[in-house]
């Protein structure tokens, strides 16, 4: 099976800035730096909306056919649940020590999801080389828009109530 095709690179690239930037933000919020752990967060939510964007509608979707025990709703629940940490250190004021603890929770949920989520490749890495091209497209497009993964989520978040 190819696994290096361009679609899985950029995809796996993706997968390693992602868990770069929650790596360094739960480091900054356990060393105490909450100025740069919302900075980091803030780079997160704008370098993760594509992608994210691209799993719901591009790679959950597929996972019934490949991974039947895998619940595309709670990989769609956990990115809501990361989305509320980034909120939490970009938006809100972080003056509460509980909040703080929550927003590590869901960031250590989201180094555990993306994790999880990047060995999901081998489904892409199966598609034929005609669904790659247009999965790899609809990848670039959504980067294009550069939208961020709240604004995203807060769609989302609209549609599902």
Same mark, same amino acid.
């Given at each position: 099976?190819? =696994?290096? =095709?361009?679609?899985? /690179?950029?995809? +796996? *690239? ?8 929650? @790596? ?6 356990? $060393?105490?730096?909450?100025? +740069?752990?919302?900075?980091? &967060?803030?780079? +997160?939510?704008? %370098?993760?909306?594509?992608?994210? $964007?691209?799993? /719901?509608? /591009?790679? @959950? ?5 490949? @991974?039947?025990? %895998? ?5 769609? $629940?956990?990115?809501?649940?990361? *989305? ?5 250190? %970009? ?16 960031? #250590? ?18 598609? =034929?080389?005609?669904? #790659? &091209?247009?999965?790899? %497209? ?7 828009? #550069? ?8 769609? #989302? ?5």
């Amino acid at each position: 099976m190819k =696994t290096q =095709t361009p679609l899985v /690179e950029e995809f +796996l *690239a993706d997968h390693k800035q992602m868990s770069r930037l929650l @790596y360094e933000a739960l480091a900054a919020i356990k $060393q105490g730096n909450i100025s +740069l752990a919302r900075e980091l &967060a803030v780079r +997160l939510n704008y %370098v993760s909306g594509p992608h994210i $964007q691209y799993e /719901e509608m /591009e790679l @959950y979707p597929r996972l019934k056919d490949h @991974y039947g025990a %895998v619940s595309e709703e709670g990989l769609i $629940q956990e990115h809501h649940e990361i *989305a509320a940490g980034i909120r939490s250190l %970009v938006q809100d004021p972080v003056d509460d020590p509980s909040d703080l603890d929550e927003a590590e929770r869901r960031l #250590q949920i989201g180094l555990n999801h993306a994790e999880h989520c990047g060995s999901l490749v081998s489904v892409l890495a199966g598609l =034929t080389d005609e669904e #790659q &091209a247009a999965s790899l %497209v609809v990848l670039r497009e959504l980067r294009n828009q #550069q939208r961020s993964w709240l604004d995203y989520d807060q769609e #989302q978040d609209a549609k599902r109530n």
